[in-house]
């Protein structure tokens, strides 16, 4: 009988040494996988903040052109010599202008709308939990308006 105690004891006192190392363990590989999840999401984050970037450079690049050449089509119109001509090279300026920069921001919001869903997908398949995410922050984002 002293001998099923003493067993017990010694069962008991290893089970208690060695619950908090199993428990480390857990702690661990759970931890490990939410680190891996959260680099998951952040290179969703980079992907999208790259092809930002890269639409954004194209949208002011456009924008900057379409000024360029409003400047030039107007200093144009200027130097005709009737009023009749002077107001169609003006005329014709501003609607190539508008219609470039129209074109403009029809790219840069279809681009934005892609990398947004794009980094959508990608963070989701990460399976990374909800707080990880900047998504609630899409509206930050220049509309192009």
């Not at 690049?61 to 119109?77: E, G, K, P, W």
């Not at 130097?79 to 403009?104: C, G, H, I, R, Y």
């Not at 790219?107 to 892609?114: N, T, V």
């Not at 997908?121 to 922050?137: Q, Y």
Request: net charge positive; charged share 15%.
């Amino acid at each position: 009988m002293t001998k099923h105690i003493m067993t017990g004891a010694l069962v008991l006192s290893a089970l208690t040494m060695a619950l908090p190392v199993l428990a480390q363990t857990g702690a661990t590989t759970t931890s490990t996988s939410a680190t891996q999840k959260i680099a998951c999401v952040g290179s969703a984050v980079a992907a999208r903040e790259t092809a930002l970037d890269t639409a954004m450079t194209t949208f002011t690049a456009s924008s900057n052109a379409a000024y360029t050449a409003r400047a030039v089509a107007l200093q144009a119109a200027y130097s005709k010599t009737t009023t009749a001509e002077v107001k169609t090279a003006v005329k014709a300026a501003w609607s190539t202008f508008n219609t470039s920069m129209k074109d403009a921001r029809v790219a840069w919001q279809s681009a934005r709308s892609s990398a947004w869903e794009s980094f959508k997908t990608a963070a989701k398949a990460c399976k990374a939990p909800s707080g990880v995410s900047d998504t609630g922050n899409m509206s930050s984002e220049a509309s192009g308006k």
